[in-house]
C-alpha cells in the first residue's frame, strides 16, 4: 500500500521561501504522475502543480512563475520549491497519488 509523508512546512514572512518534500513508500514513483494540492482555512482544496512520469509540469496559474515542482525517482521523492510566498500561499499542502492517497499534509503560515 502507498503511502506518502509531507514535511518542509513552517512560518515565513511575505516574500520569503521554504522547500517541500514528499517520501514515496510502498511502489516506485517513476511511472507515476503526482500532484500538489492545497487547503486553505474555510476554503477547498486546490491543485497547486502536477509533474508526470516524463517530467512534463503544470501549475496553477496563481503559483507560476514562484514555484518549482520537481521530482527524484531514484529517492522516491517529489519536492516543490516555494519563493516569494504570499499571505494567501498559506494553507496545508499534501502530495497526491493517482489514486487519490493523500499524506498527513504540512502546514505553511505566510505572515504579512
Known amino acids: 500500500q502507498v503511502q506518502l509523508v509531507e514535511s518542509g512546512g513552517g512560518s515565513v514572512q511575505t516574500g520569503g521561501s521554504l522547500r517541500l518534500s514528499c517520501l514515496v513508500s510502498?511502489?516506485?514513483?517513476?511511472?507515476?504522475?503526482l500532484r500538489w494540492y492545497r487547503e486553505a482555512p474555510g476554503q477547498q482544496r486546490e491543485f497547486v502543480a502536477w509533474?508526470?512520469?516524463?517530467?512534463?509540469?503544470n501549475y496553477v496559474d496563481s503559483v507560476k512563475g514562484r514555484f518549482t515542482i520537481s521530482r527524484d525517482n531514484a529517492k522516491n521523492m517529489i519536492h516543490l520549491q516555494m519563493n516569494d510566498l504570499r499571505p494567501e500561499d498559506t494553507a496545508v499542502y499534501y502530495c497526491?497519488?493517482?489514486?487519490?492517497?493523500w499524506g498527513q499534509g504540512t502546514q505553511v503560515t505566510v505572515s504579512s
Open positions: 510502498g511502489r516506485s514513483i517513476s511511472g507515476y504522475t
Open positions: 497526491i497519488w493517482p489514486d487519490n492517497v
Open positions: 509533474i508526470t512520469s516524463n517530467f512534463n509540469i
